[in-house]
């Protein structure tokens, strides 16, 4: 059961990633693929997977959130990501915000996955 949750945690992952990279150049683009509905509605699903199977292998693992330090960073982090990727993608009053909102979200998106990889707060600087 570990093995199939960890493999569909890296999945929803990467898919989240990709979403928001395809999601950040549209917004660049101005293009109106952002307004169609698979569009608003499949980042929601699949970021709602991937925190599932993030809970499922907190308790199989017995890893949690403000008990082990790696894992508060990356909490942290992610409600970070979640936040400035709202701006970047429709919350930024201007594309000025919006760009350096979504440059913002591919770092912290990277610190994350950097901090899942080597169970270091240091991301891959550890």
Do not use: E
């Not at 970047?88 to 990889?117: E, P, S």
């Amino acid at each position: 059961m570990y093995s199939v949750l960890k493999h569909a945690h890296m999945l929803f992952a990467v898919t989240s990633g990709v979403l928001f990279i395809l999601r950040g150049i549209w917004m660049m683009m101005d293009s109106a693929q952002l307004q169609k509905r698979w569009v608003k509605v499949l980042p929601h699903i699949n970021d709602t997977l991937l925190l599932g199977c993030a809970i499922a292998l907190t308790v199989i693992l017995q890893q949690y959130p403000f008990v082990d330090h790696w894992l508060t960073a990356k909490v942290i982090a992610l409600v970070l990501y979640i936040l400035v990727g709202t701006v970047a993608i429709k919350r930024g009053k201007t594309k000025k915000i919006r760009v350096f909102a979504f440059v913002v979200g591919l770092l912290l998106y990277g610190y994350i996955v950097g901090v899942a990889i080597n169970h270091d707060v240091l991301s891959f600087l550890a």
